[in-house]
């Protein structure tokens, strides 16, 4: 195979409503390339960044233990304006676009030097691509993100409820400026297409992020935006990302509409992962519903957090072993119960009377003066002919939104 070199495709350094524009001239005058002094670290930097396979770690996680943000951290902060853009990334405004733009400059005409001999299989990318998933990992941990996994039971009840299509995004808010979704495998099976199966492709976690960059020029207000990036594993294949994001323009906005509008692509025509996209947000966004509600179950693991701190009061002989299982822990917050409340009836079960599911439904109910409000409330799946199951259905129960849940 002949040595390649490619570079980033041609993209904007700075989307313009990323910057309120008095500032953006000063922030293009800012910008300048590492010193030829920094690229040996550069180049470390870029080389702990190649993730490849995961060893069942989440990808975050996966990134950490690789170095990659201890290298990106001190290449960063050993030159004071470079040190301004990384504590930048930790404000409300910076958006993951921003740093994938930043790291996209300073990287394009160095990565030209990795060809394909030295890249591991699946780095056969644009820089744009490449780069999209060391950002995403440096803006997570810049805007100290949350681990958040499900547990089976939560999926289960989840799959068994909808959103009501008028539900307005002014009930909805990510409960972090950052987090990772981290997706059960058979959950996952759920949002995989027949192309998927046939690479041996899954999606393993999506990041969802919310920054408020300012007004754009023709907006006095400052909008929201938010960004998700899906991650997908492979068995053999690296790993690969899909970018969306979208500004919240209006809180009247239905969940539903926001959703689609940043998949729905100019002409109007989806494709086949489009649609299973549609259906990933969909879930993403009734686990932070979930979330938000009085009586949701939350279990916050530091094991990592822990595990760091111990080490800093033991004996060599015990960091040394204290060491070797740091790879392996990781802070998550483990959502949902242990177990579901009842036995799910197997698929397809015949019968009239047999035991099905009674769908849930997140939805938006009129309250307040002239019923002129809106609150959400979640009334939960019932098993009906639970009976015949040899347990009780539960009854219906709905749940009401805890208050102030609807911003940051």
């Known amino acids: 195979m002949a040595d390649t070199a490619f570079s980033v495709p041609e993209i904007e350094l700075v989307p313009r409503a990323s910057v309120p524009a008095a500032e953006y001239a000063e922030y293009k005058a800012m910008r300048h390339k590492f010193p030829t002094t920094a690229l040996g670290e550069l180049d470390l930097a870029i080389r702990a960044s190649m993730v490849v396979t995961l060893d069942n770690l989440p990808f975050p996680i996966k990134f950490r233990n690789q170095g990659a943000l201890e290298e990106w951290q001190r290449l960063f902060t050993a030159h004071d304006r470079s040190r301004r853009v990384w504590d930048d990334w930790a404000g409300a405004r910076a958006t993951c676009l921003d740093c994938i733009n930043e790291l996209c400059w300073q990287v394009d005409k160095h990565l030209e030097r990795h060809s394909r001999y030295q890249r591991p299989p699946g780095w056969a990318d644009s820089t744009l691509a490449i780069v999209a998933r060391w950002a995403a990992n440096i803006h997570f941990e810049r805007k100290h993100g949350a681990l958040i996994e499900t547990t089976p039971a939560l999926d289960a009840l989840l799959m068994q409820s909808d959103i009501d299509d008028t539900l307005p995004m002014q009930l909805f808010s990510p409960p972090f400026d950052a987090q990772y979704l981290q997706l059960n495998r058979t959950t996952a099976e759920h949002f995989r297409t027949l192309e998927d199966r046939a690479k041996g492709r899954w999606i393993e976690g999506i990041f969802c992020f919310m920054s408020r960059p300012g007004p754009s020029d023709n907006r006095k207000e400052f909008i929201t935006v938010i960004e998700l990036m899906v991650v997908y594993a492979s068995n053999d294949r690296g790993i690969s990302t899909r970018l969306l994001r979208g500004p919240l323009l209006s809180l009247d906005e239905t969940?539903?509409?926001?959703?689609?509008?940043?998949?729905?692509?100019?002409?109007?025509?989806?494709?086949?992962d489009d649609d299973v996209l549609i259906k990933l947000i969909n879930n993403m966004v009734k686990v932070f519903l979930y979330l938000g509600l009085k009586d949701a179950r939350?279990?916050?693991?530091?094991?990592?957090?822990?595990?760091?701190?111990?080490?800093?009061?033991?004996?060599?002989?015990?960091?040394a072993k204290l060491q070797r299982r740091?790879?392996?822990?990781?802070?998550?917050?483990?959502?949902?119960?242990?177990?579901?409340?009842?036995?799910?009836?197997?698929?397809?079960?015949?019968?009239?009377?047999?035991?099905?599911?009674?769908?849930?439904?997140?939805?938006?109910?009129?309250?307040?003066?002239?019923?002129?409000?809106?609150?959400?409330?979640?009334?939960?799946?019932?098993?009906?002919?639970?009976?015949?199951?040899?347990?009780?259905?539960?009854?219906?129960?709905?749940?009401?939104?805890t208050t102030g849940r609807t911003g940051h």
């Open 298 to 319: 939350k279990e916050v693991n530091a094991e990592h957090s822990a595990a760091l701190k111990r080490l800093a009061g033991v004996g060599p002989k015990k960091q």
């Open 255 to 272: 969940v539903m509409e926001w959703a689609e509008g940043i998949l729905t692509p100019e002409n109007g025509q989806r494709t086949t």
């Open 326 to 401: 740091m790879d392996s822990l990781y802070d998550r917050i483990t959502v949902g119960p242990a177990s579901a409340p009842v036995i799910l009836p197997a698929p397809g079960a015949a019968g009239i009377r047999a035991p099905h599911w009674r769908r849930g439904h997140f939805r938006a109910q009129p309250c307040g003066p002239a019923r002129s409000s809106r609150k959400l409330i979640f009334v939960a799946p019932i098993l009906i002919h639970a009976d015949q199951l040899g347990g009780q259905a539960p009854p219906p129960k709905a749940y009401e939104l």
